[in-house]
């Protein structure tokens, strides 16, 4: 799981990528289309869309000339779980900290 995690978070970690995600997010699209707004050559939106299926964050198929790219909506749970564990806990850690501290000062205010 840790470098299924690791490498999620380095795909996400380029706004190049996340740009794509997004447009992604709207529906499938091809290379080409997905290339479109950028100010790079095909090769390299190539390159980032492998990175973001090497991620499983992205699949795509090809069906004669065009290839369309889709998102993996599960893959990005994988991230989601992991924040909202660590949220989890920092919660936990919070409101004991805030039970410790009306504590005390209900401590100090009977003195």
Not at 81 to 89: D, G, S, V
Request: glycine share 4%; aromatic share 4%.
């Amino acid at each position: 799981m840790t470098s299924d995690l690791d490498s999620l978070f380095q795909a996400l970690a380029d706004p190049t990528r996340r740009a794509i995600l997004e447009r992604l997010s709207r529906g499938p699209a091809s290379v080409s289309d997905l290339a479109r707004p950028f100010d790079m050559s095909l090769a390299a939106v190539v390159q980032h869309l492998a990175v973001l299926e090497g991620a499983g964050v992205v699949a795509s198929e090809k069906v004669g000339r065009v290839r369309t790219c889709r998102i993996e909506p599960e893959a990005l749970s994988l991230a989601e779980k992991w924040i909202n564990e660590r949220r989890t806990l920092w919660e936990r850690h919070l409101d004991r900290l805030g039970d410790y501290l009306d504590a005390t000062k209900a401590d100090s205010e009977k003195d």
